[in-house]
């Protein structure tokens, strides 16, 4: 009989924490989990999942104007936000059943409430103690807004899924993916929307083109960006409307100011001082290929240790890590060559390396690049373009960057992610037979290099 209560006690249900207690579950170990807020994490409950359901809805408007000149006739659309937050609440609601289902069927044991380590082996929830020859800390990151005056105002990406009223005029407030997404979320459910950037360009990290291509495709739609500026003060205004201050002078008057400013790992008021638990200097937690902490009983997976801050990342690392322990593999996550997509309007799908990295990397590349109208929008009157780009290692052959913006771009890429993991030539890649009529083919028929 095990001298803890517990294999392994896992803190935090979110998507990695959730997949490593099933693994080590079924594999005989006997596992518990502590959950403080919503079983899910960020990604069910405030994350991607919700926010894909609110992209989709804030496309509707577009496809009504384009069904127009299909044949179509289609009556101003009139958009309800309660309906769609109150449906949305509802979906969630059922996927948190199920993640406790999950949890349940696999004989993993479920504890509602904040876990602090007392030690090594020592876990307090609500104040019973528990024992674990193993603990792992999945507990993900937290939405991070700067100090300024007025910051009292604004909201994060955790509120934005629940406001009681939809705004006339909103302000986003970031250059990244959860910007940028809700900036087409919200202009695309009739929202007067500014996004607000400190730095030059969005996008930062992702390949220069599609930077670009997405700005003007962003501008095109109408939503107002504001490059090299950044919040002052924000204050409120006697109707309850807000005034965002901006280091340029300007000023905007605005319904809602959504702060999407980045995102820190979730480690406070975790017990990490009475463990020998190393931080790196963002605040993320240390951790080995096999997420081993400076304490040998203590692991760290997902967003808390600083590796790419994606569901299917912690995925992964929480199988590797459950099998790792319980099989007595020692396999290691590869961090290369993941595919990723913004779901910003239209999106961007990119996987492998930026044209920056490529030439740094690899010194002699070509670089292949198709813009043009898609199918769909030449009866539409739309102006939406399409962006695809490939970029190759000369000497090898061999397909480095695949990047896409347009309709459905996470959708292609994923399949080509594939491709590339294998090690796809560009040999290869033309000698492929395309699908026709698609916007995909198109990767697959670019024979002269720009």
């Not at 030439?359 to 009157?381: A, C, P, Q």
Request: net charge negative; aromatic share 8%.
């Amino acid at each position: 009989m095990s001298e803890y209560d517990f294999d392994l006690f896992v803190i935090g249900a979110g998507s990695g924490g959730v997949r490593a207690s099933r693994i080590a579950a079924s594999l005989g170990a006997k596992v518990a989990v502590a959950e403080d807020r919503y079983p899910g994490g960020t990604c069910v409950n405030v994350g991607c999942v919700p926010k894909k359901l609110f992209v989709y809805a804030s496309h509707y408007a577009e496809d009504m104007h384009d069904a127009a000149g299909y044949g179509w006739k289609v009556q101003p659309p009139e958009f309800d936000w309660n309906t769609l937050r109150d449906n949305k609440n509802r979906e969630i609601d059922r996927l948190q059943g199920i993640y406790r289902n999950l949890l349940s069927n696999a004989g993993a044991k479920l504890i509602d409430g904040r876990a602090t380590i007392l030690g090594p082996h020592k876990i307090e929830v609500n104040g019973e103690t528990y024992s674990a020859e193993r603990i792992l800390i999945a507990t993900g990151g937290w939405p991070f807004i700067p100090e300024f005056p007025g910051r009292e105002h604004v909201i994060s990406s955790n509120e934005v899924f629940y406001l009681d009223t939809f705004p006339k005029r909103a302000l986003v407030v970031g250059g990244g993916y959860i910007a940028v997404e809700f900036a087409g979320i919200f202009n695309g459910l009739g929202a007067e929307t500014h996004q607000l950037y400190r730095g030059p360009l969005f996008l930062r990290g992702f390949d220069t083109d599609v930077q670009s291509f997405v700005a003007e495709e962003l501008q095109k739609k109408g939503i107002n960006l504001h490059f090299n500026a950044d919040i002052e003060r924000v204050e409120k205004n006697s109707d309850g409307t807000l005034t965002a201050h901006l280091n340029n002078g300007e000023q905007l008057v605005v319904d809602t100011i959504l702060y999407a400013t980045g995102r820190r790992p979730l480690t406070e008021n975790l017990g990490l001082d009475s463990v020998n638990v190393t931080l790196n200097d963002n605040g993320t937690i240390q951790a080995d290929d096999q997420f081993q902490t400076s304490e040998p009983s203590i692991y760290a997976i997902g967003d808390v240790i600083g590796t790419p801050a994606l569901t299917p990342v912690a995925l992964e690392q929480g199988t590797t890590l459950a099998k790792n322990i319980y099989t007595g593999t020692s396999d290691t996550v590869d961090y290369s060559n993941i595919p990723t997509a913004v779901f910003c309007q239209p999106n961007i799908g990119t996987v492998g390396l930026s044209e920056q990295q490529a030439r740094e990397e690899f010194g002699d590349i070509d670089v292949y690049r198709s813009t043009f109208t898609h199918m769909k929008h030449t009866l539409s009157g739309g102006n939406e373009k399409t962006l695809m780009k490939i970029l190759v290692d000369k000497k090898s052959d061999r397909v480095v960057g695949m990047h896409m913006v347009g309709a459905e771009a996470g959708e292609i890429i994923q399949g080509l992610a594939a491709a590339m993991k294998m090690g796809i030539t560009k040999k290869v890649l033309d000698s492929t037979i395309g699908i026709h009529p698609t916007a995909a083919e198109e990767f697959v028929t670019m024979r002269e290099p720009v």
